[in-house]
C-alpha cells in the first residue's frame, strides 16, 4: 500500500458532493494524494446519507468488503462522516468496531485533526452546532470547469418524512459577500457554471436580514464577469416568491431549468407530509415561472405511497403530473425512515400498493419526459461540454442550459467548452445532436485540479 494516499466515496445528494470536495481538499492540503480505488488507500472516507435505506445497506456492505483489507493492512484508516454518522453513531460503532472516524455533517473541518487521535485509537466526534462552514474549508473541485458552492445549511422545516432536520440542523445562511468572492475566486480557476446549493434556496438570507435575499443573490452573481451559467438546489415551492422568478428571467446566466419539488399532488396527502403549499399555489408558481421564462424546463420529486395514501389521493399526483407535463421527475417509493414524523404514521401502504402506482407514475413521467425532448429537435442549443459519452467513447456529452444531455460528435470538444448543436432526435432521458460551431471558450490546459480555499475572511454565521 503507498503512504498518504486517500479515496473519498460519496452517497447521496449534491451537497454531499460538495461535502466530499471539502474532505478531499483537507487530506490533499495534509500531504495525501488520491489512490485509485479504496482498497488501494491509507485513508478511505465514506460521506454518508440516510434520506433512503438501501445508503445504510450500501455502507455496511462496503465497510465490511474493506474489513480484512484493514486487517492485513493495520495502517489504513477508515472514516465515516456525513447523515449517517451524525444520526448513528452508535449503531457504526457497534456495527462497524474497526471504524477509526466518525465525523458528523457539523465538524468536518476535525478530519485532519481525528485523523491524527485516530493513531491512539477510535476517534468518534459528532457535534450539535457547525463550527466552520464547509465552503471555508479547502477544496478538490472534481471539475475544472464547474463547481458547487454552498449558500446555507440546514433547514427549518419540518416535512415529516425527512430526516434533514434532525442530521443538518437549523438553517444558517453564508454572507452574501463571501459567496460572490468564492464565485469569482472559482471564475479566476476556470469555473464557467455553479450550482448553488441548500436544502431550500429560496430562504436563503432570512436568517441574516430577516427577508430571504435569494433574489438579490442571483442578481449579484449575474454580475460576476466569466460567469456563464447559474443553477440551484432546490428551492421550496412555499418559497419560491416573485422576486425570485424575476430575478431568474432577467439574469443572464440564470439557467432555463428549475427544480420544484412536488411531493404529493393531493392537497391532503400535502397536509399530512406538513409541505405548507397546496396544489393550486404550486401550480401558481408554475404557471408564473413559466410566463417570465417561456421554454424553462421544469423538473421535480414525487413521492408515491406516502402513509394513507388513496388512490384518489394518488390520481391527484398523476393529474398534476399531466397538467405541468414535466421534463423530467425524480420518484421515490415511499420508505419510512427513523426519527421523522411519518415513521410513526399509521397505514403505512403495502409495498405491491406502491409499487403499482410507481409503475404508473414512472409511464405517465416517461411519455412527457420524451415529449419535452421531442419539443426541441430542429432547435439550435448551446452545450457545455461535460466529456466523453459513457455509453460511445467516440462521442461528447453535454448539457443545453435547460439541463437536457445532449449526445454528438466532436474530435475537439473538450470539457468546459461550449459549442452550439442542433439536435437531431429525442429519447426520454437524453437528445441526440449534430455540430454546428463552437467552441466559444477555450479549454484550460488544467491539468492538476487546484486547492481551492473558497472564502475570505470568516463565514460562519454572523
Ligand atoms: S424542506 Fe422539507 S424535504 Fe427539504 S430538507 Fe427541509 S424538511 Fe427536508
Known amino acids: 500500500m503507498g503512504a498518504k494516499t486517500y479515496f473519498v466515496t460519496t452517497y447521496g445528494c449534491q451537497m454531499n458532493e460538495h461535502d466530499s470536495e471539502r474532505l478531499a481538499g483537507m487530506l490533499e492540503t495534509e500531504g495525501y494524494s488520491q489512490a485509485d480505488s479504496p482498497d488501494e488507500a491509507e485513508v478511505v472516507v465514506f460521506n454518508t446519507c440516510c434520506i433512503r435505506e438501501k445508503a445504510d445497506q450500501r455502507l455496511y456492505g462496503n465497510l465490511g468488503h474493506l474489513k480484512p483489507i484493514k486487517d492485513a493492512n493495520p495502517d489504513m484508516k477508515i472514516v465515516v462522516g456525513g447523515c449517517l454518522a451524525q444520526k448513528d453513531k452508535a449503531t457504526i460503532q457497534k456495527r462497524a468496531p474497526y471504524v477509526d472516524v466518525v465525523l458528523g455533517t457539523h465538524n468536518l ?20 452546532q457547525t463550527e466552520t462552514f464547509p465552503s471555508a474549508l479547502p477544496s478538490r473541485r472534481s471539475s475544472p ?19 434533514v432536520p434532525a442530521v443538518r440542523g437549523r438553517e444558517a445562511s453564508r454572507r452574501l459577500g463571501d459567496i460572490v468572492a468564492e464565485v469569482e475566486a472559482l471564475v479566476v480557476d476556470g469555473v464557467v457554471e455553479v450550482t448553488l446549493l441548500g436544502q431550500n434556496v429560496n430562504s436563503y438570507g432570512r436568517d441574516l436580514d430577516g427577508t430571504p435575499m435569494f433574489a438579490r443573490l442571483l442578481r449579484e452573481l449575474d454580475r460576476v464577469e466569466g460567469l456563464e451559467r ?41 397536509r399530512r407530509m406538513k409541505r405548507a403549499y397546496n396544489r393550486g399555489r404550486y401550480l401558481e408558481k408554475v404557471h408564473k415561472v413559466r410566463e417570465a421564462m417561456p421554454g424553462i424546463a421544469i423538473t421535480t420529486d414525487i413521492i408515491v405511497g406516502f402513509p394513507a395514501e ?9 393529474s398534476l403530473v399531466e397538467e405541468v407535463g414535466y421534463d423530467g421527475a425524480f420518484t421515490f417509493q415511499y420508505s419510512p425512515r427513523p426519527m421523522t414524523e411519518a415513521a410513526e404514521f ?13 409503475d404508473r407514475l414512472v409511464a405517465v413521467q416517461e411519455r412527457w419526459s420524451l415529449k419535452r425532448n421531442e419539443a426541441v429537435v430542429g432547435r439550435i442549443e448551446e452545450v457545455l461540454v461535460e466529456g466523453s459519452s459513457k455509453k460511445d467513447a467516440s462521442r461528447v456529452t453535454g448539457r443545453t442550459r435547460t439541463n437536457k444531455l445532449v449526445h454528438f460528435s466532436d474530435d475537439t470538444a473538450a470539457a468546459g467548452t461550449f459549442r452550439t448543436v442542433e439536435v437531431t432526435s429525442a429519447s426520454p432521458h437524453h437528445l441526440e445532436g449534430a455540430l454546428v460551431g463552437g467552441p466559444r471558450r477555450d479549454p484550460r490546459p488544467t491539468l492538476t485540479l487546484p486547492l481551492v480555499s473558497a472564502t475570505s475572511g470568516c463565514s460562519s454565521c454572523p
Not at 463547481?147 to 445549511?153: D, K, N, Q
Open 109 to 128: 473541518g476535525s478530519l485532519p485533526r481525528l485523523l491524527r487521535e485516530a493513531e491512539h485509537g477510535p476517534a468518534f466526534e459528532i457535534v450539535e
Open 346 to 358: 399509521a397505514d403505512q401502504i403495502p409495498k405491491e400498493v406502491v409499487q403499482e402506482r410507481f
Open 230 to 270: 447559474v443553477r440551484f438546489t432546490s428551492p421550496h415551492p412555499k418559497d419560491f416568491r416573485d422576486d425570485t422568478i424575476a430575478a431568474m428571467a432577467e439574469s443572464r446566466t440564470v439557467c432555463e431549468h428549475i427544480h420544484l419539488p412536488l411531493q404529493s399532488g393531493s392537497d391532503s396527502v400535502l
Open 310 to 318: 388513496t388512490d384518489a389521493e394518488f390520481d391527484e399526483t398523476l
Open 145 to 163: 470547469w464547474h463547481g458547487w458552492v454552498s449558500i446555507s445549511i440546514g433547514c427549518n422545516n419540518s416535512c415529516t418524512f425527512c430526516i
